[in-house]
C-alpha cells in the first residue's frame, strides 16, 4: 500500500521561513516525480512545483519562483518544501503527491492532477500579515 504523509505545518508570520516535508512509503522514489500542490477554500488545487525522480529538474510555480525550494532525499524516501519570505497569499491547504514518471523534465511533466495518483492528506499553512 502506498502512503504520502506531509508533515504538521503552521501559522507564522509574512516574512517568515517554514519547511514542509512528506514521507512516502510503498513505491520506488526513483520511479516517481513529487510535486506540491496547495489549496484554499472556494478555489482549485494549484500546482506549486514538481520535482523529478533524480531531483535534477524542477518547475515551480511563478508566484513561488526565488522564495520556495523543493528538495528530496530518495534514501530516506522524503520530499521537501523549503518556503521563505512567505506571504499572506500563501495560506493554503498543502498537499503532496506523487507521479509514476521517470522523465528527466519536471516541466514536461507539470501540474496536470491526473498524472499524480497518490496523494498525501494535506497540511495547512497560514501566514498572517
Known amino acids: 500500500e502506498v502512503q504520502v504523509v506531509e508533515s504538521a505545518g503552521g501559522l507564522v508570520q509574512a516574512g517568515e521561513s517554514l519547511r514542509l516535508s512528506c514521507t512516502t512509503s510503498?513505491?520506488?522514489?526513483?520511479?516517481?516525480?513529487m510535486a506540491w500542490f496547495r489549496q484554499t477554500p472556494g478555489k482549485k488545487r494549484e500546482g506549486v512545483e514538481v520535482i523529478s525522480w533524480s531531483g535534477g529538474s524542477t518547475y515551480y510555480r511563478e508566484s513561488v519562483r526565488g522564495r520556495f525550494t523543493v528538495s528530496r532525499d530518495n534514501t530516506k524516501n522524503i520530499l521537501y518544501l523549503q518556503m521563505n519570505n512567505l506571504k499572506p497569499e500563501d495560506t493554503a491547504m498543502y498537499f503532496c503527491?506523487?507521479?509514476?514518471?521517470?522523465?528527466?523534465?519536471?516541466?514536461?511533466?507539470?501540474?496536470?492532477?491526473?498524472?499524480?495518483?497518490?496523494w498525501g492528506q494535506g497540511t495547512q499553512v497560514t501566514v498572517s500579515s
Open positions: 510503498g513505491l520506488t522514489s526513483d520511479d516517481y516525480a
Open positions: 503527491a506523487a507521479a509514476n514518471y521517470v522523465g528527466t523534465s519536471a516541466q514536461a511533466l507539470g501540474f496536470l492532477e491526473s498524472q499524480y495518483k497518490h
